[in-house]
Antibody, heavy 121, light 109 residues
Framework: QVQLVQSGAEVKKPGASVKISCKAS????????LHWVRQAPGHGLEWMGRINPKTGGTNYIEKFQGRVTMTRDTSLDTGYMELSGLTSDDTAVYYC??????????????WGQGTVVAVSS | DNQLTQSPSSLSASVGDTVTITCRASQTIYTSFNFNWYKHTPGQAPSLLIYAASTLRRGVPSRFSGSASGTNFSLTINSLQPDDFVHYYC?????????FGQGTKVDIK
């Protein structure tokens, strides 16, 4: 079955960068966009952007432009999300998610388990 | 961006009650294909409940249902069960950036 397995929790200092991985299995990695969603404490879900694993093409939301980089390694069926210039506002749980593997839709029917990123001096 | 205004932000109900959560889009979503609902239990990843506005994901109990009318979308939960007292989010994928509603917390009265 479809599995998305993310890397472990991270603690970072302000100004640092964090890179989270998302290892996919159970489906053809290059056939479905890989998305990243985060949830900060006390806040709702926030879509950050997506990568086309086949082409490497990306879309990011404006607030993260210049700070986020989504990449992939198709030989490892793994996607990555790197966020730089961390502040305490970036403390959150980060999820990778894939739409439409199980359902014929653009809904996220597969999610990673989440990666906690804590930013603290 | 297509903002989704989800209401209420929280509600209190009892086991067995029926509740409805609504989402209103700031821009027209011309196809119901691009509207979804999720359940989010603290400490777990979100879970898809309904996609394409009204299609129940396989394995999701039939007490959950979704509907659409113009720019308004609704999630109804009939006969609330103990596992249903969590957060719910709507989502649109019609236009980039994809957006979520701000969420509804359903707690026990």
């Amino acid at each position: 079955q479809v599995q998305l397995v993310q890397s472990g929790a991270e603690v970072k200092k302000p100004g640092a960068s964090v890179k989270i991985s998302c290892k996919a299995s159970g489906y053809i990695f290059s056939s479905f966009y890989l998305h990243w969603v985060r949830q900060a404490p006390g806040h709702g879900l926030e879509w950050m952007g997506r990568i086309n694993p086949k082409t490497g093409g990306t879309n990011y939301i404006e607030k993260f432009q210049g700070r986020v980089t989504m990449t992939r390694d198709t030989s490892l069926d793994t996607g990555y999300m790197e966020l730089s210039g961390l502040t305490s506002d970036d403390t959150a749980v980060y999820y990778c998610a894939v739409p439409g593997v199980e359902t014929v839709s653009e809904a996220f029917d597969s999610w990673g388990q989440g990666t906690v990123v804590a930013v603290s001096s | 961006d297509n903002q989704l205004t989800q209401s209420p932000s929280s509600l209190s109900a009892s086991v067995g009650d029926t509740v409805t959560i609504t989402c209103r889009a700031s821009q027209t979503i011309y196809t119901s294909f691009n509207f979804n609902w999720y359940k989010h239990t603290p400490g777990q990843a979100p879970s898809l409940l309904i996609y394409a506005a009204s299609t129940l994901r396989r394995g999701v109990p039939s007490r959950f249902s979704g509907s659409a009318s113009g720019t308004n979308f609704s999630l109804t939960i009939n006969s609330l069960q103990p596992d249903d007292f969590v957060h719910y989010y709507c989502q649109q994928t019609y236009s980039v950036p994809w957006t979520f509603g701000q969420g509804t917390k359903v707690d026990i009265k």
